[in-house]
């Protein structure tokens, strides 16, 4: 069993809908929980990061982490055509382990005009 | 400025041959990372230098592949004797100090036949 685990989709949305990404983990050491979109062909660029349980919010995207769940959520309003991309989770346990992403599978969303 | 990049692109290579695969991280940045992203695994964690310390290699999934980084910048990933489940797209990141943001490149897609 995979320490996170993502949903791969895909997922295909009309614009304007409410997206709601979301992944699951077992490793209760993982602190730092992180978004990444990647487009097709290229790397992975950061969206969001937190630390601890609660919410974080920058512009439509919205980051949610339940670590007594052990489940963290990416939700997207008001989705655009440009939010077409691959969507992974990543998290780490800091400390001597802070350079060790660990991905979920990753996501791929569709947003249609 | 400049962000993270990688050479070759794209490399594809016959069973049995090594590779190396280049990564120039962004100036002045002291952690890089390389990773792997594959159709079945996702994306894992290969190997993590800092500074002059000692790296993490505790991603890298054979003997078979090593990585240098040479003067504290450019990195080297070396697989010898590719085998076909060694095809996937190859990534590096780096970031100013561990605990900071990753920043990907664009990685290598290496195909063996």
């Known amino acids: 069993q995979k320490e996170v685990e993502q949903d791969p989709g895909p997922l295909s949305v009309p614009e304007g809908a409410i997206v709601s990404l979301n992944c699951t983990y077992s490793n209760s050491a993982f602190q730092y929980f992180m978004w990444y979109r990647q487009y097709s062909r290229k790397g992975p660029e950061l969206l969001m990061y937190?630390?601890?349980?609660g919410n974080k919010e920058d512009g439509r995207f919205t980051a949610q982490v339940d670590k007594s769940s052990k489940y963290i959520s990416l939700f997207i309003r008001d989705s655009q055509p440009s939010d077409s991309a691959t969507y992974l989770c990543a998290m780490n346990a800091g400390g001597t382990s802070y350079g060790k992403l660990t991905f979920g599978q990753g996501t791929i969303l569709t947003v249609h005009p | 400025g400049a962000g993270v990049s990688q050479s070759p692109s794209n490399k594809v290579t016959e069973k049995g041959k090594d590779v190396e695969l280049r990564c120039d991280p962004i100036?002045?940045?002291?952690?890089l990372y390389w990773y792997r992203q594959s159709l079945g695994q996702g994306l894992e964690f290969l190997i993590y230098?800092?500074?002059?310390?000692?790296?993490?290699k505790s991603g890298l999934p054979s003997d078979r592949f090593s990585a240098e980084r040479t003067g504290g910048s450019v990195s080297t990933l070396t697989i010898q004797r590719t085998q076909q489940e060694d095809s996937a797209v190859y990534l590096c990141?780096?970031?100013?100090?561990?605990?900071?943001?990753?920043?990907f490149g664009p990685g290598t897609r290496l195909t063996v036949l």
């Open positions: 100036s002045g940045h002291t952690a």
């Open positions: 937190t630390y601890s349980s």
């Open positions: 990141a780096s970031s100013l100090i561990p605990s900071d943001t990753q920043y």
């Open positions: 230098f800092q500074g002059n310390s000692a790296p993490d």
